[in-house]
């Protein structure tokens, strides 16, 4: 198993500023994802996050509006650029060291 | 198109039921598919993983069945208790190979003492 822990647990940020989430994850893991969850919705793939390569985005995701670093094995970074009120949600990392996929605890954004 | 459906409306059962939960998918062929639980304000926890060449999983009161020609998988849990109120989530790699999981939207199991 992997456990995942995310830094900020939540927060509260002004319209047009950028927040950048932590990732750190326990074991070292090749694949880790970055997912959005909105209120009463399900789970969004963002990216796909492996280290040594850019990371792979999914349709209606772009880089600029959500960069992604992986520097190592065990952590990895998303930030939410220009924020505005529609990027309100809930951001999970996670990790897949076999074929069981595990999550953070996730990320509690709202933007005023 | 493809699709992942589970019921989006509540199951309200008693405790010491069997919940049974319904994830039906379309135009997908995955390798495997996996439930998670999700309480409200925390991340997905894993539970269980079914392979496309097994029919039946179970994790003590958890049982998992995985029909490749109905395109469905059932999810149970016997004997249930009020703890197990929660949303689960059925979940499968969308591209073989890739290993990206898909999420359904999940249905919320409510169990009344």
């Known amino acids: 198993s992997a456990v995942i822990s995310q830094k900020p647990s939540r927060d509260i940020c002004q319209r047009g500023t950028s927040l950048t989430i932590q990732c750190q994850v326990d074991?070292?893991?090749?694949?880790m994802f970055w997912y959005r969850q909105q209120p009463g919705q399900s789970l969004t793939l963002i990216a796909t996050?492996?280290?040594?390569?850019?990371?792979?985005?999914e349709s209606g995701f772009v880089i600029d509006k959500f960069p992604i670093s992986r520097p190592n094995l065990t952590f990895s970074t998303l930030t939410v650029s220009n924020m505005s009120p529609e990027d309100s949600s809930i951001y999970l990392c996670?990790?897949?060291?076999?074929?069981?996929?595990?999550f953070g605890p996730g990320t509690r954004l709202t933007v005023l | 198109s493809q699709k992942i459906e589970q019921n989006s409306e509540a199951l309200n059962i008693q405790e010491g039921k069997t919940a049974t939960l319904t994830c039906n998918y379309t135009?997908?062929?995955?390798?495997?598919l996996q439930w998670y639980r999700q309480d409200p304000g925390r991340g997905p926890v894993f539970l269980l993983l079914?392979?496309?060449?097994?029919k039946e999983k179970r994790k003590e009161r958890l049982k998992v069945t995985f029909d490749t020609t109905l395109k469905q998988s059932l999810f149970h849990i016997t004997a249930s208790q009020p703890a197990d109120s929660a949303t689960y989530l059925c979940?499968?790699?969308?591209?073989?190979?890739?290993?990206?999981?898909?999420f359904g939207t999940g249905t919320r199991l409510l169990v009344s003492p």
């Open positions: 996670s990790a897949k060291p076999y074929n069981e996929q595990f």
């Open positions: 074991s070292q893991v090749t694949m």
């Open positions: 996050a492996n280290q040594g390569s850019e990371a792979t985005y």
């Open positions: 135009n997908y062929s995955p390798a495997y």
């Open positions: 079914i392979r496309e060449n097994e």
């Open positions: 979940a499968l790699d969308g591209t073989t190979g890739f290993q990206k999981l898909v």
